[in-house]
Every structure is written in structure tokens, then in C-alpha cells.
């Protein structure tokens, strides 16, 4: 979507989501988009109408006071709109990725994710809960999978991992959409909530699901410089072009189901898988966390600049975050929630 002047969002309804890869499933391909590595052991003006200065002069784009006060009126409440947009996405830098498979969310549909019929299955899979940060197993973590993109509705399945971090599931989705959560006894107050969104295994994935600790949630925003808001939760992932691989030079904004701009919302970028609150836009590792996202429902979008003062929306996902809580999610290029890697559509 190209802005190169004001920015008014159309009124969203929540989209039929597809079907794409996620976070810490492994194929042993060559594939940097569902890895998050973090690393932790280091460290706009709107363009309003105006009111104008009596019937000619008025500063700004407006016509004066004296052409009527409804239009300034109108322009006044889109400048507020173009004001919380460009405090988030205000990027100049050109972006480093292959973006040709996609020129923008109002200049063509998002493309398609459909599965091939005979990829589609549910298969017995051994699954290993590991802590977010040091891959060390996590015993006794509750996990729950829906067969479908957002963990709502009822659960397929749940179960507790035994002392090797492990659970065996009869029947766990390939090449179908699905999330999970994945948490332990909150008595303990070990660990976070952490849900995988938007997910999808490949026939040969060996399936891995990450647990954020308490120490972590709590950790990032500290090097950020952010307060957390216990009402709220942490939001994080990469934004991936064409072909799987960071992008470098995006910027990432949460929106409600109205398209309008969240508030309280904190987009941070990394640096070499460290959090940086000096990253304007994502580097070349693709990463990007929202602390203080809403637990209302809402999405997450990502834009890079289009070259001529405006930007371009190359991807969205419909989110689902828990109060303090860590969600996970990728944004593919040209994509609207889930990505079907090309091993499900052959």
C-alpha cells in the first residue's frame, strides 16, 4: 500500500487466515525466517487542514476558518490519524529484500496460501518444550494445540511435558494452520504464557516450541527502557521477504479491527538478535517486538518505504495476546496470517 501523503485506513474486517510456517520448527533447510535468535548476553507531523487565520491566509493545507468549520473539522481528526501512523512507520531507508512477489496490500490481493489436498495430514509427533532463551528443556509445561491459526474455540489436544521436555500427540497438523500455548504451573510464576500464531509443520519438521521465562519477559522491556503493562503482553517475530530471508528496513504497527493505530503500543527492533531502543526500523536480522500489546483484538502490520515519501503494507497477521504474556508471530511478504512453506503446496 503506497501513502505518500495522508494515511486513512479502511474499516478492517477480520480476515480468513491461511496457512504458513512458524518459530522454532526445524526441517534442516536453510531457512532464517521461522528461527528467532535473540541474542541477551549484551546489550511525524500530520498534515492537518488548520483553522487558518480568518477567510484567506491559515497555515498548514487549509483554505481558512472562513471557508466553514467542518472541513477543518474533518482534515483535523485525519491529521490525528496520520500523526499516531508515522510515529511508528516513518521509514526512509530503502529496504534490503526481495520484494517482487508483491507490490502492496491496495495494489493486489494477498497471495495465495492454499495447501496441496495431498500434503494436508495429522500425524503422531514428539514434541519438545524448550526455554526461549537457553534451549534448555522445560518440564512440566502445559501444551495446547488448536487446528487453527488463533488459539480460540476449542483445543485439539493438551498435555504435560514429563522430565525430558517432551509430549507425544496422536494426531498433530501438517501442512495445516494451527497455534499453540505453551506454559507452567503459574503458581510457580517460572514462566509466561507463550503462544505460537499462524503456524505451520512441514512432513519432515522436528517440532520444537519455545517457553519464555519470567526473567525474560521482564528483561526486554528493561533494556528497552519500556515499563510493561501487566494488562498487556509482549509481541515478537521477524518480518521475512519472497523468499523466507530478514528483511532489513521494515517497521511493524499494531491496528484495531477499525485499521485505527493502537495506543500504549511500544514497536522496538534488534540488533544482531539484541534489542536496541535506538533501531529505527528492523535490521538485517528481521526482528521486531511490540511490548505493551493490546489483549484486544487487533492485528499486526509491517511496511517499508516505497522510495517517494510514502510506504508500502506488505503484510498482516490477526493476533491474539495474553496479559502479560509472549506471542509469536512472522510476517511473510504478501502475506495476510499464516505462510504455506513450499513443501506443503507441491
Not at 153 to 178: F, K, L, M, R, Y
Not at 212 to 236: E, F, M, T, W
Not at 282 to 310: E, M, R, Y
Amino acid at each position: 500500500m503506497v501513502r505518500r501523503h495522508r494515511f486513512y485506513l479502511p474499516t478492517l474486517a477480520v480476515l480468513a487466515l491461511a496457512v504458513s510456517p512458524y518459530a522454532c520448527v526445524s526441517d534442516g533447510k536453510d531457512d532464517d525466517s521461522g528461527d528467532l535468535d535473540f541474542d541477551f548476553s549484551g546489550e511525524g507531523e500530520g498534515e492537518g487542514e488548520g483553522e487558518g487565520e480568518g477567510e484567506g491566509e491559515g497555515e498548514g493545507e487549509g483554505e481558512g476558518e472562513g471557508e466553514g468549520e467542518g472541513e477543518g473539522e474533518g482534515e483535523g481528526e485525519g491529521e490525528g490519524e496520520d500523526s499516531a501512523f508515522s510515529a511508528h512507520i516513518n521509514v526512509t531507508t530503502a529496504p534490503m529484500g526481495e520484494l517482487s512477489c508483491f507490490a502492496g496490500a491496495d495494489t493486489e490481493s494477498w497471495l495465495d496460501q492454499s495447501a496441496s489436498p495431498d500434503a494436508i495430514d495429522a500425524v503422531r509427533r514428539t514434541i519438545t518444550v524448550v526455554d526461549f532463551e537457553t534451549a534448555s528443556v522445560v518440564a512440566d509445561a502445559t501444551v495446547t494445540l488448536w487446528n487453527s491459526s488463533l488459539p480460540t474455540g476449542d483445543s485439539a489436544d493438551s498435555a504435560t511435558t514429563d522430565i525430558n521436555g517432551e509430549i507425544n500427540v496422536s494426531a498433530w497438523p501438517v501442512c495445516q494452520a494451527h497455534s499453540t500455548r505453551v506454559q507452567t504451573d503459574p503458581a510457580l510464576d517460572e514462566t509466561v504464557p507463550t503462544l505460537l500464531l499462524h503456524a505451520v509443520t512441514t512432513p519432515d519438521a522436528t517440532k520444537e516450541l519455545p517457553s519464555v521465562s519470567k526473567v525474560l519477559y521482564r528483561l526486554i522491556p528493561s533494556i528497552l527502557g519500556i515499563s510493561p503493562d501487566p494488562s498487556a503482553g509482549n509481541l515478537a517475530g521477524r518480518v521475512v521477504d519472497c523468499s523466507g530471508r530478514p528483511i532489513e528496513g521494515a517497521q511493524v504497527v499494531a491496528l484495531d479491527e477499525e485499521g485505527a493505530v493502537l495506543s500504549g503500543q511500544e514497536p522496538r527492533y534488534f540488533v544482531e538478535g539484541f534489542p536496541n531502543r535506538d533501531q529505527p526500523h528492523t535490521s538485517a536480522d528481521g526482528l521486531f517486538i511490540i511490548v505493551n500489546s493490546p489483549t484486544t483484538a487487533h492485528k499486526i502490520t509491517a511496511w517499508v518505504a516505497d522510495g517517494a515519501g510514502g510506504h508500502i503494507w506488505i503484510s498482516e497477521a490477526t493476533l491474539e495476546v495474553d496479559a502479560s504474556g509472549f506471542s509469536i508471530v512472522d510476517l511473510h511478504t504478501g502475506v495476510s496470517g499464516a505462510h504455506m512453506p513450499d513443501e506443503c503446496r507441491e
